[in-house]
C-alpha cells in the first residue's frame, strides 16, 4: 500500500540545511494498522505529510496503491489524495459555521459527489460512529471525542484506501482517546482500511499490528 525508499527531506536555515527526514526506507501492507513512535523532532509529523501527499521529499522514491505520486501533477495529486488517503490530526479541524454532518460531507462535495449521496454516506458513518443524535450540531456544540469522531467520519466519507493519523487522541483524556482509537482499530479490522499512526501512547502502539520507531529522521526498529 505505501512504499517509500531512501526519502530525505531537509529544510534550508540561516543556520545552515536542516535534514529532518534521513533515507527513510519502509513499507505498509494494505489492511495493517502501523503505529509511529519516537520523541518529539524525530520527523515523524514530516513522514506522514509526505506519505500523505501533503509535502514533496527532497530526495526518494514514495508509490501508494503501487502509484508513484512524486510524478503527479498538482491536479492528479489532489484528486488522487482525496479519493485515496484519508487525515486525522490531533486537532480536528472542523469548520465551526458548519454542522457535523455538513463537515463530514465537505470531501465528498469537493470531489463532485452529488449532495444527496454525500448526506446519505456522511449520515450513515456519524450514526456508525455513535452520532445519530448529533449530526445537526456545530463543533462547538459538540464534546472533544464527539468533534474528533466527526473528524474521523470525514477522513473515512471518500472510502480512501489509507488513512494517515497524526496523534489523533493527543487532546483526549484516557478514556475517550482509548474509545477512539477502538473505533479505528475496528473499521480497520472490519473495513481492511489501511492505518498509519504517529502517537507517543505505548498502551495504544502495543495494541497495532507494527510499531515503527524514528530518532533522528530515521526508522530505528
Known amino acids: 500500500m505505501i ?20 533515507g527513510i526506507d519502509m513499507h505498509v501492507r494494505a489492511g495493517e494498522f502501523v503505529s509511529v513512535m519516537g520523541a518529539s523532532g524525530a520527523g515523524k509529523s514530516t513522514l506522514l505529510h509526505i506519505l500523505g501527499t501533503l509535502d514533496t521529499p527532497t530526495s526518494g522514491e514514495l508509490r501508494i496503491d503501487g502509484q508513484d505520486t512524486l510524478s503527479f501533477s498538482e491536479a492528479e495529486l489532489t484528486s488522487f489524495r482525496n479519493s485515496t488517503v484519508g487525515f486525522v490530526f490531533q486537532f480536528h479541524h472542523l469548520l465551526p459555521e458548519f454542522t457535523a454532518l455538513e463537515n463530514t460531507m465537505m470531501p465528498a462535495l469537493i470531489s463532485g459527489m452529488v449532495r444527496q449521496e454525500a448526506e446519505e454516506k ?32 470525514r477522513a473515512l466519507v471518500m472510502n480512501p484506501k489509507v488513512v494517515l493519523a497524526d496523534e489523533p487522541t493527543g487532546n483526549l483524556d484516557t478514556s475517550t482517546g482509548n474509545e477512539l482509537f477502538g473505533l479505528l482499530r475496528d473499521i480497520n479490522r472490519k473495513q481492511g482500511t489501511t492505518f498509519l499512526m504517529v502517537t507517543h501512547n505505548n498502551a495504544l502502539s502495543s495494541q497495532c499490528d507494527r510499531v515503527i520507531t524514528m530518532a533522528d529522521g530515521a526508522i530505528a526498529g
Do not use: I, M, Y
Open 3 to 22: 512504499r517509500a525508499n531512501n526519502v530525505t527531506r531537509t529544510f534550508p536555515t540561516p543556520a545552515g540545511e536542516l535534514r529532518v527526514l534521513r
Open 122 to 153: 456522511g449520515g450513515k458513518l456519524l450514526r456508525d460512529l455513535g452520532l445519530a443524535q448529533r449530526l445537526e450540531h456545530r463543533p462547538g456544540e459538540l464534546s472533544g471525542g464527539e468533534q474528533q469522531r466527526v473528524a474521523v467520519a
